[in-house]
């Protein structure tokens, strides 16, 4: 330091650097005294007491203290779990607000947990006045600048998005192609081989597992595993420095912004998934790392009966307190900061649900969505929820409000089963057309759904087709993890099998599922490495699994099933049909001659209420590309081709009859049986298409 110590200011939160120095700002209620810890490169502390407070932020400003200086709080007042104060100033505590924070929690260097060290539920009672500053990650002061070259925000329509879900660490940390020193980083991310895989498959957009710096369970250390996924952050404003490549005292953030340009340069919006709803803390015999010693009453939601323990509506211990506007204000800095200054396209928001929890129920009119609604900046950017938690009533598919899209479960679950003979062709209809039923009796649109077939969460594509059960052994719970009801089939053997057919008809299924998702209207999200045949080998829950198991196989790639990707998305892009911004509605609104769709029996009749009802696993659609209401940027009206889809879920093949009303010439544009797809020829009405068992065929009339 140079010169005196200055009141500083209390906005903005957290380490602001101004070129001469650094002022620093905490939010407690409850505190009665803060002191801001500096640590040297050898890890000795100097501790410094912030006197200043105004509206609960305890502020400073420290004269020549700049970009990679590391530091922490302590934060003294009442140590009472029974009223819900576990204040303890022997516990070194990372800053919410730090834009980047150098290391991961030791567990074995100091007692994280805030306690005496004992068992039972009444443990957390006796305080613990060791120092574990040895222990705990620091946040550090960072440079803000950047050189963006005029980079900004895609903005790219949902209609036009094509989601592909991934890992940072996964997608490159097996891939040859990709300088070693950089494989599973941001800069890995960024690399030419990643982005021309990402770009030549044609997705439009990145959806990236927590970014947010991560704090590994301690149990998982022990085990010799770590949080793969990562929804175990502790610091909202922090690149996880884990990802960088270039160092973590401030470089990581830097790195990750390069990435967001980089990507941007390649057309490539960039969409964090963020975990607001709990934090790396855990329940009331959790560590102390940051937010339970700053202001544990404030930053979460603690049982009104028993305020010594807390709500728990997502499965993890805790639940952040988004009803507290310190809490949502964090919430909402931190979504700004990263769109403002690190230019990210939008979030996805892990059990949502749990934000939108006033008291104990589920409100779509709650305070959360009131801001983000009124905020310039963030209701214009993608905003994805994942509509359910664990808490009663948690499940919220369809019930979230206007500028939201939400991951959508019920077309998974459905389109899982109609490809393995357990849905209806009428479920099916709804799904494949936008979820009408979820979304458009409040006015939303078919965009609103994300379309899914499967996830990091679950089986792979490839497990989809191979698997009937979990097979979770690594993850060293007895196989007890994870999801029973997986709606997956094997196609007649478990795991891996050298039978011919076997194997076909598993090629055959993944391909009915990339076309099914692909072509549905809404949007689809691809979870990354599905396009490689990627398996997990049947685990289902590989959270913890930062190996093999969940890294991409680069040397294993399905390129058949690749190929057929591209292709797939490829027509998706072309033809605006496919990417309708209105829901389908069965009738001629453009003078075409023909409705916007039309749902076909095998014979090439109309299906009417009754074939509904039947117990069918076989429908052809007919998509009028002349009818579709809407008009592009320069206010022109959007015309496209028309196409005709059979899908056959029946495990023998079905004759399928081109109705002549529907025009007179067809071509097979796309098939899952090669055979088919291969065929090429002009088909005529009336003639009869064999579509093979557990197959579907796209073709484009003209």
């Known amino acids: 330091m140079n010169g005196a110590l200055r009141p500083g200011r209390p906005f903005p939160q957290g380490a602001s650097w101004d070129g001469d120095g650094t002022n620093f700002s905490l939010w407690s209620e409850g505190a009665e005294r803060v002191e801001l810890c500096l640590f040297d490169d050898d890890g000795a502390e100097q501790r410094i007491d912030v006197r200043d407070r105004t509206a609960f932020q305890w502020h400073i400003y420290l004269p020549g203290v700049g970009p990679g200086q590391c530091y922490g709080y302590r934060v003294h007042g009442p140590y009472a779990p029974e009223q819900g104060l576990r204040f303890n100033p022997a516990k070194l505590l990372i800053d919410p607000y730090a834009k980047a924070i150098d290391g991961s929690v030791d567990w074995r260097a100091a007692r994280t947990l805030p306690y005496q060290q004992g068992d039972g539920e009444d443990a957390d009672l006796e305080i613990d006045d060791s120092d574990d500053a040895p222990a705990i990650p620091k946040s550090v002061v960072v440079d803000p600048s950047f050189d963006w070259d005029g980079d900004r925000l895609l ?52 959806e990236l597992l927590p970014v947010h710096h991560i704090a590994d369970e301690s149990f998982l250390i022990y085990e010799g595993l770590s949080n793969y996924w990562g929804y175990s952050s502790i610091g909202y404003f922090a690149p996880h420095a884990g990802y960088s490549s270039s160092g973590t005292r401030g470089e990581q953030l830097g790195e990750f912004k ?67 506007p310190a809490v949502l204000r964090l919430i909402m800095d931190s979504l700004r900061y990263f769109v403002l200054d690190c230019h990210v396209d939008g979030f996805r928001f892990d059990l949502a649900a749990t934000l939108a929890r006033e008291l104990y129920d589920v409100d779509r009119l709650s305070s959360f969505f009131d801001v983000i609604h009124q905020d310039p900046f963030l209701s214009g950017v993608k905003l994805i929820a994942e509509p359910w938690d664990v808490g009663p009533g948690g499940y919220q598919v369809g019930n979230f409000p206007i500028l939201w899209t939400e991951w959508n479960g019920e077309y998974r679950d459905t389109i899982r089963d109609f490809w393995r003979g357990k849905a209806s062709v009428a479920d099916f209809a709804q799904r494949f057309t936008g979820s009408a039923d979820l979304y458009a009796s409040d006015g939303r649109r078919p965009v609103a759904s994300i379309n899914f077939i499967t996830a990091h969460d679950g089986f792979t594509l490839a ?59 809404g949007v689809p999200m691809l979870l990354g490495g599905d396009e490689l045949g990627r398996t997990q080998h049947g685990n289902n829950n590989a959270w913890c699994q930062d190996n093999e198991i969940s890294w991409y196989d680069w040397a294993s790639v399905d390129h058949e099933l690749l190929q057929f990707a591209r292709r797939v998305i490829r027509l998706r892009l072309s033809e605006p049909v496919f990417r309708r911004r209105e829901f389908l509605i ?3 609104v453009r003078g075409s001659g023909l409705p916007d769709v039309m749902w076909l029996r095998p014979d090439g009749e109309t299906m009417d209420d009754e074939d509904w009802a039947h117990d069918a696993h076989a429908l052809g659609v007919f998509l009028n590309g002349q009818e579709i209401p809407t008009h592009d940027r320069d206010g022109n009206p959007i015309r496209g081709d028309s196409f005709l889809i059979f899908f056959n879920a029946h495990h023998e093949p079905i004759e399928f009859s081109i109705a002549p009303v529907l025009g007179c010439r067809w071509t097979v544009e796309i098939a899952t049986e090669p055979k088919l797809a291969g065929s090429g020829k002009p088909r005529r009405p009336r003639t009869r298409l064999r579509v093979p068992a557990r197959s579907s065929a796209v073709l484009r009339r003209g």
């Open 463 to 521: 497990d989809l087709v191979s698997y009937n059960d979990k097979h979770n052994e690594a993850n060293l719970e007895d196989n007890r993890d994870g999801a029973d009801n997986n709606r997956s089939w094997n196609c007649g053997a478990e795991g891996p099998t050298d039978d011919p057919e076997t194997l076909k008809l598993r090629a055959r299924q993944q391909r009915n599922f990339l076309t099914t998702l692909l072509l549905s209207q």
């Open 155 to 206: 903005g790219r329509r949902y209609s036009s998005t094509v989601i592909y879900e991934t890992h940072v660490k996964g997608l490159t940390v097996c891939h040859p192609d990709v300088p070693e020193h950089v494989r599973g980083t941001y800069a890995g991310l960024a690399s030419e081989p990643a982005i021309r895989h990402l770009h030549d498959l044609g997705v439009t957009a990145v």
């Open 258 to 324: 390069q990435m967001v340009k980089t990507l941007h340069a390649a057309g490539i919006e960039v969409i964090l998934d963020v975990v607001f709803n709990h934090t790396a803390e855990g329940n009331h015999l959790g560590p102390m790392l940051s937010f339970k010693g700053i202001d544990n009453a404030g930053y979460y939601r603690l049982s009104p009966e028993d305020p010594r323990h807390y709500m728990d509506f997502t499965g993890t211990g805790n639940s952040l307190n988004s009803v507290n």
């Open 586 to 588: 069965g009738d001629e």
